[in-house]
């Protein structure tokens, strides 16, 4: 499965949001899951941001479950200044938001 590496909240989110990962998702979650630096390059709208931001919102998600988190920096992401407004939100608000809002499901 290829989402098998995600909490079951996040696998839950991503396939109904947004369903069936694209290769460059695919592709890019191995190398991370790999402990590799991993430059994703790939057509716009091939979900490259959301691969990075998933990757990174799973990890503080399972972090969270065996303490709370620190008020601090730990991921950083860099971006084009066009484009990092739109990054932010789509890749990042929204899909935080939807996680957080199943996880606080009874």
Avoid: C
């Avoid at 991503?14 to 991370?32: K, M, N, Y």
């Amino acid at each position: 499965m290829a989402l098998a590496g995600f909490h079951p909240v996040v696998r839950q989110w991503f396939t109904t949001e947004v369903g069936e990962p694209t290769s460059a998702q695919l592709r890019g979650w191995d190398s991370i899951a790999a402990g590799r630096h991993t430059l994703i390059a790939a057509p716009t709208g091939s979900g490259k941001t959301l691969a990075a931001f998933l990757t990174a919102i799973n990890a503080l998600l399972e972090e969270s479950h065996t303490a709370p988190l620190p008020d601090e920096v730990r991921i950083l992401y860099v971006s084009p200044l066009k484009a990092l407004s739109a990054d932010i939100h789509k890749n990042l608000a929204e899909p935080r938001a939807g996680i957080h809002r199943l996880a606080r499901r009874p």
